[in-house]
């Protein structure tokens, strides 16, 4: 069965469009990348698959279910993000004995060792935590609830260094202790890279792209020449005094290319070609 699969699904909040046209199939266990510039509609495609909010238009479907207030979906999927709120005045040790009864597969030992772990007393509550320790929290309940689909946006949100690398190794950790359907929305695509099976990115309303890291990075590569060489591409040329110009480019067997990363892939597929910041401070010259 397919955890997700979505056609021509739309969703504006009053005049305002956010997600136009999405089309999107998610099936087996993997640990999935959704990744967009602020704003394109991640949290809101996250919520939608979650059953928290109602689409607009197309089909949308959760474990073969329409998603929106469907009892299955919402016991079978966790949705984390870092606007969470749980209820007031309870402490961490009594969200995660409630949180036994809400989720079957619940898993306390990995839930009291990570929150110990990570630095945070049993006895504190979400609301007074600082913002990494309050997000090192949310995702750990996340994982622990061992959800067949579980989401988290943006993980590590607040987290510094180490403790964001620690939070990576617990995801890789718990997905092979406990293989199912993952999806990480983060802006921190070269870090969270390495977890990842399969990316998706979302820009201007629509998927446009969804497919095997390996597969995105053999598709678009560096293309180096100079600038009147270089074929039509989709990202912005960068001048180097050195090398000439280079663009990324939809790889079609040039062989003055070289790799690019997911990062640049990601940032050259997502880039508006206006005048950006430069365009503004132009124009008031
Ligand atoms: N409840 C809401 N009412 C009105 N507009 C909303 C609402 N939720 C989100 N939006 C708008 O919809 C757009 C998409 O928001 P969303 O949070 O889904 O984007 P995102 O890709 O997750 O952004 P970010 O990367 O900044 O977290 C934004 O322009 C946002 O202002």
């Known amino acids: ?28 266990e993997k640990i999935i990348g959704l990744v967009g510039r602020n704003g394109e509609g991640k ?25 929106f207030d469907h009892l299955f979906v919402s016991a079978n999927t966790i949705y984390i993000h870092p606007e969470l709120i749980f209820p007031s005045g309870f402490t961490v040790e009594q969200i995660c004995k409630t949180a036994q009864e809400f989720y079957p597969f619940w898993n306390q030992i990995i839930a009291t060792e990570l929150i110990k772990y990570f630095g945070i007393s049993l006895k504190s509550i979400p609301s007074k935590l600082s913002t990494g320790e309050r997000q090192a929290f949310f995702t750990i309940f996340g994982l622990a609830t061992r959800s067949a689909l579980t989401i988290l946006d943006e993980p590590v949100n607040g987290l510094d260094d180490a403790k964001r690398k620690d939070i990576y190794r617990v995801i890789l950790k718990d997905y092979m202790a406990e293989p199912r359907t993952m999806i990480l929305s983060s802006h921190l695509v070269d870090e969270m890279e390495h ?5 998706v990115i979302l820009n201007d309303g629509e998927i446009v792209e969804h497919c095997t890291i390996e597969e995105l990075t053999n598709k678009y590569k560096w293309q180096h020449g100079a600038a009147e060489t270089l074929v039509d591409g989709i990202g912005p040329i960068e001048q180097n005094a050195l090398e000439g110009a280079k663009r990324i480019v939809g790889y079609s067997g040039q062989n003055n290319t070289q790799m690019a990363t997911v990062k640049e892939i990601y940032l050259a597929v997502t880039s508006n070609e206006d005048g950006g910041i430069d365009g503004i401070y132009n124009k008031t010259k």
């Open 1 to 28: 069965m397919k955890v997700v699969e979505a056609n021509e699904l739309k969703k504006n909040y009053g005049k305002k469009e956010v997600l136009t046209n999405v089309s999107l199939s998610i099936e087996g």
């Open 195 to 199: 977890l990842l099976e399969e990316i």
């Open 43 to 67: 949290s809101t495609l996250l919520k939608l698959i979650s059953g928290l909010i109602a689409k607009d238009s197309g089909e949308l479907f959760t474990f073969g279910e329409e998603p």
